[in-house]
């Protein structure tokens, strides 16, 4: 007869049912193994439990790394002041051509936001707050972002957090960005609200991500990086092409130090001939995608 009960066979028959979400490699060198898997920084309730594979790697592992800690408030809001909002004193009406200011002031009214309350932020940062209100109400939530499960199984694991970056190395990122760039990537993000189009390429990624979907999640990240907009050039040089070698080289660095490091960073950056499995292949790791 079963010593389990009922209610804990149907917890574990979930989580072995559980399917493969994103793309999940091993990375091993000198004796040493670790795991590299993508995720997304927003999503559903129902995209947990991860899948077993994903659950014993990082039980496997003796330290989690991903590429900040989402939870820590204050240095994100320091570095929100630093990068994304003005000097007391200046505005973005004075930074901003009347005709983008009217149509920003009409997406933000759609939003149910008032520019009155927000005119010391930046371009950027206004760009990417109503894209992730749209992404929010259509379901896909932060709080339901792959970090915040890792976080609390490591947690529960008693497992040490490395953090790869900084949010004022990933805000500072955007801020790089001139008065004339800033302009441009708002109203391209603009128009990409107005048209579904910003929407349709992030539920893309993540739902391609929610069903291990290889080939939809290629489709998806060249429709981010092609194309030839301010949007599209700075994904590719800065938020990938930049960050992506500074990841390879962190996750080496990790690699020596921890006997099994499981490491999640956005999945974009583990796609294509520059992407950080491809990165850490040419620094002479052995790299095994497993799904």
Not at 274 to 291: C, D, F, H, M, S
């Amino acid at each position: 007869m079963s010593t389990h009960s009922p209610a804990v066979g149907a917890i574990a028959a979930s989580v072995e049912d559980a399917p493969r979400r994103g793309a999940l490699f091993k990375v091993q060198h000198d004796g040493r193994t670790s795991y590299l898997f993508g995720t997304v920084h927003a999503g559903k309730q129902t995209f947990f439990p991860l899948e077993p594979q994903v659950t014993r790697a990082l039980a496997d592992s003796n330290a989690l790394v991903l590429e900040l800690d989402v939870r820590a408030s204050e240095p994100f809001q320091q570095a929100l002041a630093a990068h994304g909002s003005y000097p007391r004193g200046d505005s973005i009406r004075k930074h901003l051509s009347g005709e983008t200011l009217a149509l920003l002031e009409q997406a933000l009214s759609r939003a149910g936001m008032s520019l009155d309350k927000l005119e010391q932020y930046r371009p950027w940062l206004l760009a990417n707050l109503l894209v992730g209100a749209e992404i929010e109400r259509n379901g896909y939530v932060r709080s339901q972002g792959v970090e915040q499960f890792l976080l609390k199984a490591a947690a529960q694991q008693s497992k040490p957090l490395r953090e790869l970056e900084s949010a004022d190395y990933q805000l500072g990122l955007f801020a790089s960005m001139d008065d004339a760039q800033q302009e441009t990537y708002l109203r391209e993000n603009l128009a990409e609200l107005a048209s579904g189009a910003a929407l349709k390429k992030t539920s893309s990624l993540i739902d391609a991500w929610s069903r291990a979907d290889a080939p939809g999640i290629n489709a998806a990240w060249q429709s981010m990086v092609s194309g030839g907009s301010v949007s599209a050039a700075f994904m590719e040089r800065t938020l990938l092409g930049k960050r992506n070698p500074e990841m390879a080289a962190s996750i080496e660095n990790i690699m020596k130090a921890d006997r099994t490091a499981f490491v999640g960073v956005g999945l974009l950056h583990l796609l294509g001939e520059q992407g950080v499995p491809e990165l850490l292949r040419q620094r002479g790791y052995q790299v095994e995608q497993i799904y």
